[in-house]
């Protein structure tokens, strides 16, 4: 066995790595860049190395310092992670000739399958279903929208070399391709060096299912069930979830066995994934088809950790080390059901857009993952896992991918999963960057998710004029006011008893006007009462039980018999509560006075439909328009690549360019000004 692994990846994979090592008795090396030098995973490690850079061009993804690092500390192997180097020939067969064990599968493989043209050519002859398309090179913009019309759309454009849904765009029409391929190829270029793009068939009411693949090196290859990929936005998974409640045991069976027919073809060993579309149009099940092959740990994999209580980080360092794998088919089951949910920072309320910045308050519902090496171990603390790489204070920079922390649960159903997601997401506290929790939380109690009828487009399906934040039921709200007339009365209390702020009668604590809402249109208006017995909500009672202490933010309690998480901060008027998906404010007035306060004085907000708001910090690569130019609504004007991924900021009406304040080129802050219309 391994004596030294060094980790040649950040964030939380490398913690996940330096965990499951420490375990196993095996010292660990961290490498990071300047962005990183205070991350957890560099504490963790046994020792560390600074590699370069903030810039993962001027740092991860150099082999030659990462190789540099294992021998100057003598690390005897070298875990990829995933991202980065995992997927690149030349590093293992640098590390190869240095003598240093690649923990992942034998070049070849990676190379046979990190290529998606010869990839699907591999998987066509090894009798694996296969996505109509054309496999081969693309000369440019006019054969691409050739190739598109002789397919048919709609159609998906792919780099090559790509994944992470990076370097991907949907066609639905001729100008759909002319505006997309370029933009394609050149995210393909700058993400990973290659910008070859392939076009396949889009298939209608898609559903994304992966099988986990787990080889050794005496020839042995096991498939370790499948995950449910479907909810994605912009091709980059949201949700994973094991087993799918789409696959049938026949159907997983013969996934399976393509799966493992197709690494067999490449010699594979270690974990890798299979991943494939399968067509929710069709009952049967049996229309699946096989899209790419990818030859490293996912970032999924803890989903199936916790149904099969296999670590799949242990049995890549076993694999890597030679030995056999201890289990056989027949081994691997299906115990429960598990949830990942991908926190991202990034808005869910302004589009999505990429958030940056520090992380002033950062409490995930539990500490980071810790494995005691058993199953139980693998589910987390009452079936609650966070794996995270992140720290309070520390900063989500533009450098990297904006995911914050994976929240993993497991229960014995679908439904216990998904129930102990939200009280888990209600718990998860983070401030000074926008987040996705409450889009999470969303999902979470969303009917169709819960149903289980999935597809890639259920996000676009389900939200497409944006997130405003998850419904609320009347019984929630009325909920939500009791709460909050029983933490106005416990802090209208201690203030008179501290300082006498409050005195007399016009302030008797238990009797309260509570309006949920920012704004009177829209808002719900109640009238709480505190008896001595009774919590009375408009003279019906509700069944709240809770003890709170003036300036608490975190509250647990029981409403109707059910257990929730609250998050709590004081406003002007009253309380902002966070639950369930929605931050909801309250306005909170004695009774007998909340006649003379009927209408708060709302805000006006600016009129912005004349400017072009960059949304997010990014780079100007392109404008599309000049100063007088005319433009009609949809029209490109300009676009922003953020985080490796490029975003088109289309005109919203008709007009004329009256003033251009960016360059090509330019680094932009969010909310920057880029054009003005007259």
């Known amino acids: ?301 803890p989903v199936t950790e916790a149904i099969t209580g296999i670590d799949l980080v242990e049995q890549m360092i076993r694999v890597a080390a ?99 997601q939200i009280q888990a997401l209600d718990a998860f506290r983070i401030e000074g960057l926008g987040h996705n929790v409450d889009f999470l939380s969303a999902l979470m109690q969303h009917p169709r998710f819960r149903s289980g009828e999935l597809t890639t487009g259920f996000i676009a399906e389900e939200y497409p004029d944006g997130f405003t934040g998850a419904a609320a039921s009347d019984g929630l709200k009325r909920g939500l006011a009791a709460i909050g007339g029983v933490i106005a009365t416990v802090d209208a209390d201690r203030a008179r008893r501290i300082d006498q702020q409050l005195s007399g009668d016009l302030y008797a604590p238990g009797d309260w006007a509570v309006r949920i809402g920012e704004r009177e249109e829209g808002s719900t208006s109640y009238e709480v009462r505190l008896d001595e017995d009774a919590i009375l909500v408009d003279g019906d009672p509700v069944n709240v039980s809770f003890d709170y202490t003036p300036g608490e933010t975190v509250v647990d309690l029981e409403l109707e018999g059910e257990a929730m998480t609250i998050q709590l901060a004081p406003t002007r008027t009253g309380y902002a509560i966070t639950t369930r998906g929605r931050t909801h404010h309250l306005r909170i007035l004695p009774q007998r006075i909340a006649h003379l306060t009927k209408h708060m004085i709302e805000k006006t907000p600016p009129d912005l439909s004349k400017m072009l708001i960059c949304p997010m910090p990014g780079l100007l690569v392109k404008l599309h328009v000049t100063e007088g130019e005319d433009v009609q609504p949809g029209q490109p004007l300009a676009t922003v690549e953020a985080m490796k991924m490029e975003n088109i900021l289309r005109a919203e009406k008709e007009g004329t360019i009256a003033k251009i304040n960016a360059d090509e080129g330019a680094s932009l802050a969010v909310d920057a000004v880029i054009l003005e219309l007259e």
């Open 1 to 301: 066995m391994f004596k030294k692994i060094l980790i040649a990846n950040r964030g939380e994979i490398a913690c996940r790595v330096i965990k499951t090592a420490r375990r196993m008795g095996i010292a660990t090396v961290a490498v990071y860049s300047d962005a990183d030098a205070r991350a957890p995973f560099v504490r963790m490690a046994d020792e560390a190395v600074h590699i370069g850079p903030s810039p993962a061009a001027e740092s991860y993804l150099i082999a030659d310092k990462i190789i540099a690092a294992a021998k100057q500390t003598g690390a005897d192997a070298v875990h990829p992670g995933y991202g980065f180097l995992s997927e690149r020939t030349s590093f293992a067969e640098a590390l190869a000739k240095e003598g240093i064990e690649f923990i992942g599968p034998p070049v070849n493989a990676i190379a046979a399958m990190g290529d998606k043209i010869e990839s699907k050519k591999l998987a066509m002859e090894a009798g694996v279903n296969v996505v109509p398309g054309f496999v081969g090179e693309i000369e440019d913009t006019e054969h691409a929208v050739r190739i598109s019309e002789e397919i048919g759309y709609p159609v998906m454009m792919k780099a090559s070399a790509g994944g992470g849904g990076k370097g991907m765009r949907l066609a639905y029409s001729e100008q759909d391709v002319r505006e997309g391929f370029e933009a394609t190829k050149r995210e393909g270029l700058n993400s990973f060096g290659d910008d070859r793009v392939f076009i396949e068939k889009f298939i209608l009411n898609p559903r994304h299912i992966e099988i986990q693949i787990l080889g050794d090196k005496h020839g042995n290859i096991l498939y370790l069930n499948e995950r449910e990929c479907s909810i994605q936005r912009r091709h980059q998974k949201v949700v994973e979830e094991a087993p799918s409640p789409f696959v049938t045991p026949k159907m997983r069976k013969a996934m399976g066995e393509q799966c493992v027919a197709l690494s067999a073809a490449v010699g594979y060993y270690s974990a890798g994934t299979v991943e494939l579309i399968v067509s929710g149009a069709d009952p049967s099940g049996e229309s699946f088809y096989f899209l790419e092959m990818n030859t490293r740990l996912q970032v999924e994999h």
């Open 322 to 420: 030679g030995e056999k794998l201890d289990m056989t088919q027949d081994n691997i089951g299906i115990d429960g059901w598990s949830i990942e949910n991908r926190v991202y920072a990034e808005d869910p309320y302004r589009g999505f857009l990429p958030s940056t910045g520090r992380l002033v308050e950062y409490q995930p519902p539990l500490e980071g993952w810790t494995d005691d090496g058993s199953a139980n171990g693998r589910r987390g603390v009452d079936g609650v896992r966070v794996d995270d790489g992140v720290y309070e204070g520390g900063e989500v920079s533009m450098f990297y991918d904006p995911m914050i922390a994976k929240l993993v649960t497991w229960g014995e159903t679908r439904d216990e999963a998904a129930d102990l």
